[in-house]
């Protein structure tokens, strides 16, 4: 890589905090990879359509879908349709939620664009379709939608039905410029009052410089790319992307379990948390140490104990470092017992738990916490980290953390974007 390459490069990279401008530094985007996108909605407003849902026996039965309106129904319809603009681009999954996207994109061979033009490309498109169908603004010279399959062409007729959109029937069906909620939608036919709006528009250049620049954009600026590395990684996130509805649907239900709380007392140490505080307050706690120079028998005896403790109604703390302590924090995990962990680094406005985790956490069976603030990379533990996160397990065992259980400071909660507050390459962390 030259120095004139490194230098185009560096300026995505960016410093060591959530951004949707990061790019992997070095790395050729024409060249054949797949890549994981999410982009959000300006404003995060519910624009693609409501969540819908009902509950089941347990987290994993519970079913959630996004009802498209017809902007979101153009969005899909124009992201399907990228590889007739791009035919070395594959569209190859797609999760429209109500105010972001994910998609994973296969860039099968090597391309003269990059990256970013294609996402540029999509990007115009939908805008146009955002002004067209919720501005009820008329393009001039505005291109047919993409008719990338019968499907597609079905989509497309449905978002023409709803075009010339005016503010007020936008307003009428959940759209408000403040962002309302996904709750607000009731309606996506839209209003009748705009019909025939194309003619009213000036044909003559209006003055715009009163304007906001971001008026009539769809999309907050930029977005974030994850390279997927095997196909392994590629099954995990199109399972991940295919669950958010549900996860989506967890968090609304349970807020409280999911937002993230900042300013938790626990002696000395000022933590931050997410899922269940009340555990913090539950009369026995347990803290699990485990020598990193046990032998096997002793580790199983160890783990044995512990087990033997959760069953019989002990809460189980502990930062998990040495393998004695992963192995009994895991069996009591997968015996859905419950447990506090203690993690080494912070959590975020926007984070939340992933994979199994976040079931754990609906179920009201686990806290993450930490006493230290969130980086955004991968955070190595040290021995003084260490004795500092089994000291706070320790003072948590003594009831330290009876107070901290109390949700007096809470900070945001997560949208529904990607895992690990929407992460990019090399940066660690909905």
């Known amino acids: 890589m030259t120095e004139e390459e490194y230098a185009a490069h560096k300026k995505y990279a960016g410093p060591a905090k959530p951004s949707m401008n990061r790019r992997r530094v070095g790395h050729d985007y024409s060249s054949r990879r797949m890549y994981l996108i999410t982009m959000t909605v300006e404003g995060r407003r519910p624009l693609f359509g409501r969540l819908v849902g009902h509950d089941g026996a347990t987290p994993e039965t519970t079913e959630a879908s996004v009802e498209l309106s017809p902007l979101g129904q153009r969005v899909k319809d124009e992201w399907l349709a990228v590889t007739v603009h791009h035919p070395e681009v594959t569209a190859v999954s797609l999760q429209l939620m109500p105010d972001h996207l994910h998609g994973i994109l296969f860039v099968e061979q090597q391309m003269e664009e990059h990256l970013s033009d294609v996402i540029r490309g ?110 392994g990684e590629l099954d995990r996130w199109r399972q991940y992307l295919a669950d958010n509805p549900r996860r989506l649907y967890l968090r609304r239900r349970n807020p409280e379990l999911f937002r993230v709380s900042f300013g938790l007392r626990i002696g000395r140490f000022n933590c931050s948390a997410v899922g269940n505080r009340f555990l913090l307050a539950y009369p026995k706690i347990t803290q699990v140490q485990c020598s990193t ?35 009994t924090m895991r069996a009591a995990f997968d015996a859905g017992l419950p447990q506090i962990l203690i993690t080494a680094n912070g959590l975020g406005s926007y984070s939340k738990p992933g994979g199994a985790f976040f079931d754990a956490c609906a ?62 390459n090399g940066a660690a962390g909905q």
Request: proline residues 4%; glycine residues 12%.
């Open 293 to 327: 120079h046990f032998y096997e028998p002793d580790v199983q005896k160890v783990v044995a104990g512990y087990m033997a403790a959760a069953r019989g109604g002990a809460v189980l703390v502990s930062p998990s470092i040495s393998d004695g302590e992963k192995r």
């Open 363 to 424: 179920e009201g069976r686990l806290l993450i916490l930490s006493p230290w603030e969130h980086q955004n990379r991968k955070v190595v533990l040290t021995r003084a980290m260490c004795m500092e996160m089994n000291e706070l397990a320790r003072l948590i065992a003594e009831g330290c953390g009876t107070a901290a259980a109390q949700p007096t400071t809470a900070g945001g909660t997560d949208n529904g974007s990607t895992g690990n507050g929407g992460r990019a």
């Open 122 to 231: 999509f990007k115009t498109s939908t805008n146009k379709a955002y002004r067209q169908i919720v501005l009820g603004r008329a393009e001039a010279g505005a291109a047919a939608p993409p008719q990338h399959s019968e499907q597609a062409g079905k989509g497309h007729a449905a978002g023409a039905s709803a075009a010339g959109f005016s503010a007020a029937g936008a307003s009428a069906a959940g759209f408000s410029a403040d962002g309302a909620s996904a709750a607000g939608f009731s309606a996506f036919s839209g209003s009748s009052a705009a019909v025939g709006c194309a003619a009213a528009v000036p044909q003559s250049k209006r003055d715009r410089s009163h304007e906001s620049r971001e008026h009539g954009l769809l999309w907050t600026p930029n977005y974030n790319d994850h390279i997927l590395s095997n196909r």
